[in-house]
């Protein structure tokens, strides 16, 4: 046993993030809808699709009715939402923005599954996302909540990361310490941070772009995909 995987072995339970953790390889929803827009021929600049992106996100977290949304209709309302404060009305592309989004989110969402389903065999395992309120409905769509000990959706607990406190309560659901517990985000500061200040062992699942804090201070494992988490533990 390395050094490294030493750090792993008392731990019980693994806590995931949702967006940019289980549904892409480290890809921030802001990034992929950017490539997005090129990709459809908008040239949109970055600061207007920032701009309308967490627009639309701040709708989506307000409105109730999101959480019954499954990925398809949430995306086809998140962007249908982009496009409005763009002013742009263009069907096909708003449709091809949805497709280009959740097709690709659905296969990394499908291997994800089959991979939790390998890792319930050794961990509890959990999910503390900042979401709109459905994280738990996306999850039980791609089948992955059959494999989860707890699911905390900011919009739902009312407490979002990196307010520890919504770490603490995921622990304190599934009876685990936090020391027993592996956080794997792609956010330092919202994930890796706060989990590392409450003892947690962390994994940092780095994608394409960056985005690192100032002094981010160290993290125990880096990877580029989540399967490279089980073959670290393996």
Same mark, same amino acid.
């Given at each position: /046993?390395?050094?490294?995987?030493?750090?792993?072995?008392? +731990?019980?339970?693994?806590?995931?993030?949702?967006?940019?953790?289980?549904?892409?390889?480290?890809?921030?929803?802001?990034?992929?809808?950017? #490539?997005?827009?090129?990709?459809?021929?908008?040239? +949109?600049?970055?600061?207007?699709?920032? *701009?309308?992106?967490? $627009?639309?996100?701040?709708?989506?977290? !307000?409105?109730?009715?999101?959480?019954?949304?499954?990925?398809?209709?949430? /995306?086809?309302?998140?962007?249908?939402?982009?496009?409005?404060?763009? !002013?742009?009305?263009?069907?096909? *592309?708003?449709?091809? %923005?949805?497709?280009?989004? +959740?097709?690709?989110?659905? !296969?990394?969402?499908?291997?994800?599954? %089959?991979?939790?389903?390998? $890792?319930?065999?050794?961990?509890?395992?959990?999910?503390?996302?900042?979401?709109?309120?459905?994280?738990?409905?996306?999850?039980?769509?791609?089948?992955?909540?059959?494999?989860?000990?707890?699911? $905390?959706?900011?919009?739902?607990?009312?407490?979002? !990361?990196?307010?520890? #406190?919504?770490?603490?309560?995921?622990?304190?659901?599934?009876?685990?310490?936090?020391?027993?517990?592996?956080?794997?985000?792609?956010?330092? #500061?919202?994930?890796? /941070?706060?989990?590392?200040?409450?003892? /947690?062992?962390?994994?940092? %699942?780095?994608?394409?772009?960056?985005?690192?804090? #100032?002094? &981010?201070?160290?993290?125990? +494992? *880096?990877?580029?995909?989540? &399967?490279?988490?089980?073959?670290?533990?393996?």
């Amino acid at each position: /046993m390395t050094i490294m995987e030493d750090k792993f072995r008392k +731990c019980r339970a693994i806590l995931l993030d949702f967006g940019g953790t289980l549904d892409s390889d480290g890809e921030h929803w802001l990034d992929r809808f950017f #490539e997005l827009y090129q990709q459809a021929g908008l040239d +949109c600049p970055r600061d207007e699709i920032e *701009r309308v992106f967490y $627009l639309a996100d701040r709708i989506c977290c !307000k409105n109730p009715l999101v959480d019954r949304l499954g990925l398809r209709e949430l /995306m086809k309302y998140h962007v249908r939402l982009q496009f409005e404060a763009l !002013k742009l009305r263009d069907r096909t *592309r708003e449709d091809s %923005l949805v497709e280009g989004f +959740c097709s690709k989110t659905e !296969k990394i969402l499908q291997r994800n599954s %089959l991979l939790l389903g390998r $890792l319930k065999n050794r961990y509890r395992l959990g999910v503390v996302s900042n979401f709109y309120g459905n994280v738990e409905t996306l999850c039980d769509e791609a089948g992955l909540s059959e494999h989860l000990d707890v699911i $905390l959706d900011s919009t739902r607990v009312g407490l979002s !990361k990196p307010d520890p #406190e919504i770490f603490l309560l995921a622990a304190k659901k599934m009876n685990v310490e936090p020391a027993e517990i592996i956080f794997v985000g792609d956010s330092h #500061e919202r994930d890796i /941070m706060p989990a590392r200040g409450l003892g /947690m062992k962390t994994v940092w %699942l780095k994608g394409a772009n960056m985005r690192l804090p #100032e002094n &981010p201070g160290p993290v125990d +494992c *880096r990877i580029s995909s989540l &399967p490279e988490l089980e073959l670290f533990l393996s």
